[in-house]
């Protein structure tokens, strides 16, 4: 209630709840009201006369973006996500600001409040280096410790030049596979998002892993290469005429809190579930958390299938209610990124809809896809999924060659 009263008396609009449970959004049309709605709710926190013993702290984050409405009362985009993004660095009762939000109110600032710069951070989407900036108030306090950054904890989590859309049931869901099973194994077809599910799976529960988070891709990996030679590599820890490699590995993971990361095991398989077995027999607290198109087939392990993106029923879906689907979401995004100024409108929405649907919500081929609106129209697009090999093709050049085109995507499976 005394959130729900800031944000209204500063003008602001608070979307319908949308399952975050213990959080509030809130969107405005100025960042100078968003700031001194901001001041408002702590000073009211602060002033309100808790119960004994209970003393409530809210940390809270403002960010400046383009806030879009997936309907008249439920906001969807990166611009509420990465302000959530930007909460989860702080402590209770600190408010910190992105550098387009402080930048946005540089000039029209609330009388008292100030930004403190306090470096920057990646967040936990794995993208570029956020900019943070503390709220300063003098009813506010001031003193907080360290921010609660990614790189806090120990790990070589690859940065992403694209954002991770979507899929927060399924998250949720290995989120709580990951915490009660040392080994989880995440299989799926391929291009259907299985590293990028693990490498945001790992940043999500980089805290809960305090020794280390590492991330071993063996896809680069030759028939004769050794899946323990390069876990050693990314530990940093080599074999000796003393010590084996094996036993050196183990020292360094033993009775630490680390998670291991083991990317693209398909072709390595008796490699890396040997390699694997022996480190969670040799480390009782080491979690690892594999992909691969085929199970390990080892004791205790868990396998989750990686389900394709939600994508609509071109037949039976509104224009309007079209970004509640991932797929559509990943395609819209990557679209933007690849001719900023395609927009989704009454005339392509129906194609965009029916090519997320062809393509099966499979992520690599709806980015393939979408890299085409380059030089072609939706609709174009849709009627060159006829030849789906042929079409999707044009991937990045610094990703993996499988990811370069659909069809060397299968031919790894085969």
Request: one cysteine or more; a negative charge; glycine letters at 8%.
């Amino acid at each position: 209630d005394l959130l729900h009263d800031a944000v209204r008396a500063h003008r602001g609009a608070l979307p319908l709840e949308q399952g975050e449970g213990d959080s509030v959004v809130a969107a405005f049309e100025r960042g100078s009201d968003a700031v001194a709605a901001a001041v408002a709710a702590q000073q009211a926190i602060l002033a309100e006369p808790w119960p004994a013993g209970i003393d409530v702290r809210v940390r809270m984050a403002l960010h400046s973006g383009e806030a879009r409405l997936r309907d008249p009362e439920n906001y969807v985009g990166e611009a509420i996500i990465r302000a959530a993004r930007v909460r989860e660095l702080g402590h209770g009762g600190q408010v910190l600001a992105s550098r387009a939000c402080a930048e946005v109110v540089a000039d029209a600032v609330p009388a008292g409040v100030s930004f403190r710069d306090l470096g920057p951070y990646r967040l936990k989407n794995l993208g570029r280096p956020e900019e943070i900036f503390q709220l300063c108030h003098p009813d506010l306090p001031d003193a907080f410790g360290p921010l609660r950054g990614i790189d806090q904890v120990a790990n070589n989590l690859p940065t992403q030049l694209t954002p991770f859309i979507g899929r927060e049931p399924e998250l949720a869901q290995v989120h709580a596979l990951v915490e009660d099973a040392r080994l989880l194994t995440l299989t799926g077809s391929g291009g259907c998002g299985k590293t990028r599910l693990a490498l945001q799976v790992a940043a999500d529960l980089v805290e809960v892993h305090a020794d280390g988070v590492w991330y071993v891709e063996l896809a680069p990996l030759g028939g004769t290469s050794s899946v323990l030679a390069s876990i050693a590599d990314v530990l940093r820890v080599q074999a000796s005429a003393e010590v084996e490699l094996l036993d050196a590995v183990l020292d360094r993971l033993r009775d630490r809190r680390a998670l291991l990361v083991v990317d693209n095991c398909e072709h390595l398989l008796d490699d890396a579930a040997a390699t694997i077995h022996s480190l969670l027999r040799g480390s009782p607290t080491l979690r690892v958390l594999a992909t691969s198109r085929q199970p390990l087939n080892l004791p205790g392990e868990v396998t989750w299938r990686v389900p394709s993106l939600a994508s609509p029923d071109p037949s039976a879906i509104a224009v309007q209610n079209l970004e509640q689907y991932d797929a559509v979401r990943l395609f819209i995004d990557r679209a933007v990124r690849s001719r900023p100024n395609f927009v989704v409108t009454e005339e392509n929405a129906p194609a965009i809809a029916a090519i997320c649907h062809h393509l099966d919500g499979i992520p690599l081929a709806i980015e393939l896809a979408a890299a085409r609106v380059r030089s072609l129209s939706v609709d174009r697009i849709l009627d060159g999924l006829q030849d789906r090999f042929r079409l999707l093709t044009g991937g990045s050049r610094a990703g993996l060659p499988r990811h370069q085109t659909l069809r060397s995507s299968v031919e790894w499976s085969h």
